[in-house]
């Protein structure tokens, strides 16, 4: 599954989410495409924002009362948007492989506002996935592997994580855990970065000998996000020995 991440890459969009139609985009139909070939169950959620921006969400439902998100929307369709944010969506969706039990959701519009977000905050508060519980948000998960901050978000599923991990807490940029948070659901963005070698430092600490690369995080939405600045063998190791720990642990 993992080395799907390089297919995924070569799909290009239109453009933005603001470019969608009433046809799924082609990164949406390759994901669907994926989950199909993969026998995993899945509903399309066509819908539109603010009465005017069609969005198309990949919803993968389940009896847990726990749920993994990840958004497929680019802002520049001309890159290979690799770590930003193709890896997470590979990673949430072995996610589900391994945890068929799992709510998992693929967002559209996150770049833009958190579009996907809200229409799965009111799904929730609806009560369309059951009791929910909390919301673990994948982004940049492309490298790194076990070493991850988690963003500046207190609640439950916080202090849960770092109950089984002692990870860095940054104050992180917008993302989807914004949205669901303000509207009243407990969300953590979790997010991969390798270290550093020996003797540099950064603005993220994981121990006393370990800095992470934060400037990683600056390849987003440019030509620097590329194919070959992640590893699959980090996504794999992020998902199955970081998510599926902090998704198993009661």
């Given at each position: 599954m993992y080395n799907k991440i390089y297919d995924l890459c070569k799909v290009r969009n239109i453009g933005s989410v603001y470019k969608n139609t009433g046809n799924p985009t082609p990164r949406v139909n390759f994901i669907l495409d994926l989950l199909i070939s993969e026998n995993i169950p899945f509903v399309v959620d066509k819908f539109l924002h603010n009465?005017?921006?069609?969005?198309?969400?990949?919803?993968?439902?389940?009896?847990?009362?726990?749920?993994?998100?990840?958004?497929?929307?680019?802002?520049?369709h001309n890159t290979d948007n690799a770590n930003d944010n193709s890896c997470s969506v590979i990673n949430a969706i072995m996610t589900k492989k391994l945890m068929p039990d799992l709510n998992v959701v693929i967002l559209d519009g996150e770049?833009?506002?958190?579009?996907?977000?809200?229409?799965?905050?009111?799904?929730?508060?609806?009560?369309?996935?059951?009791?929910?519980?909390?919301?673990?948000?994948?982004?940049?998960?492309?490298?790194?592997?076990?070493?991850?901050f988690i963003g500046n978000y207190p609640g439950k599923l916080s202090d849960h994580i770092k109950s089984i991990f002692n990870c860095p807490i940054v104050n992180t940029p917008?993302?989807?855990?914004?949205?669901?948070?303000?509207?009243?659901?407990?969300s953590v963005v979790i997010n991969p970065i390798p270290p550093l070698p020996i003797n540099e430092s950064s603005i993220v600490k994981w121990d006393n000998d370990t800095f992470l690369d934060y400037n990683m995080l600056f390849n987003c939405h440019t030509y620097s996000d590329t194919i070959d600045t992640i590893d699959i063998n980090d996504m794999k190791e992020f998902v199955e020995e970081v998510a599926i720990p902090i998704l198993n642990k009661i």
């Open positions: 009465d005017s921006v069609i969005c198309y969400n990949i919803i993968m439902k389940g009896s847990s009362n726990r749920m993994v998100v990840a958004h497929h929307d680019i802002v520049n770049e833009f506002g958190g579009m996907g977000s809200n229409r799965v905050s009111q799904q929730i508060k609806e009560n369309y996935y059951g009791d929910i519980e909390w919301v673990l948000n994948y982004e940049l998960t492309g490298k790194g592997g076990k070493y991850f917008f993302n989807d855990s914004v949205i669901f948070r303000r509207n009243g659901i407990d």
